[in-house]
């Protein structure tokens, strides 16, 4: 079998708390990453700039009114989604930590395994 059709199949029979476990694994494994090589630029704008993009698809999907979350934890991940932007800004323009952005994603990544 190859890469791209188990690939294929793991996307069509993978529980969505799991697909969205693991890509905010993913996400946040470069963000510490970026953070152990210290480099700013490149390795670190991208992955703050992929942890935003997450954060934008979350919310977009949250501002749906097809999901199926309730209204308040909706507008709770719109909210953390709108405070990703803004301190993703002073990570990329300022220096600032990216430990908050990373215990963000680790918080909601134990909620996603039902550890919260």
Known sequence: MTL??????????????????????????????????GIHGGPL????????????????DCMDDRNSLTHDVRAKIVSLSLWVTKYSKQVTRE????????EVNRTIMQGLQGNA
Request: proline share 3%.
């Open 45 to 60: 704008a991208e992955a703050v700039d992929w942890n935003r993009t997450l954060w934008r698809t979350l919310a977009a």
């Open 4 to 37: 791209k059709a188990y690939q294929d199949t793991q996307r069509v029979t993978e529980d969505p708390r799991a697909t969205e476990y693991r890509l905010f694994g993913q996400v946040t494994g470069a963000l510490i990453n970026a953070q152990k090589t």
């Open 95 to 102: 220096g600032a930590s990216l430990d908050p952005l990373i």
